[in-house]
Nanobody, 118 residues
Framework: QVHLVESGGGLVQAGGSLTLSCTAS????????MGWYRQAPGKQRELVAG???????NYADAVKGRFTIVRDNAKNTVYLQMNSLKPEDTAVYYC????????????WGQGTQVTVSS
């Protein structure tokens, strides 16, 4: 069984910074892409940033230049460094990963709340 556990959310003022982390645990053979999604109240879940096992990253236009995604393959962990936060970044942030156990499946974390006050 595989688990993704997130941490690092919280309340921050506009212009501040937060770092989210997500660690995968369990009977993992290999992890392919990892990423962060977010869902604001009344909105659909959207991709924030993704990173391949080789380290190539992509970002939503709304966060380019402010957020940075990195991963530590040795620790099965992905991070999201969020700078210059805006009230519109307020959402529940979810970690996502493509993980090979017996087959390749998509896994989600439980979500962590990020609230940016104006």
């Amino acid at each position: 069984q595989v688990h993704l556990v997130e941490s690092g959310g919280g309340l921050v003022q506009a212009g501040g910074s937060l770092t989210l982390s997500c660690t995968a645990s369990g009977s993992i053979f290999r992890i392919y892409a990892m990423g962060w999604y977010r869902q604001a109240p009344g909105k659909q879940r959207e991709l924030v940033a993704g990173i391949t096992s080789g380290g190539r990253s992509n970002y939503a236009d709304a966060v380019k230049g402010r957020f940075t995604i990195v991963r530590d393959n040795a620790k099965n962990t992905v991070y999201l460094q969020m700078n210059s936060l805006k009230p519109e970044d307020t959402a529940v942030y979810y970690c996502n990963a493509e993980i090979v156990v017996g087959t390749t499946d998509e896994y989600w974390g439980q979500g962590t709340q990020v609230t940016v006050s104006s």
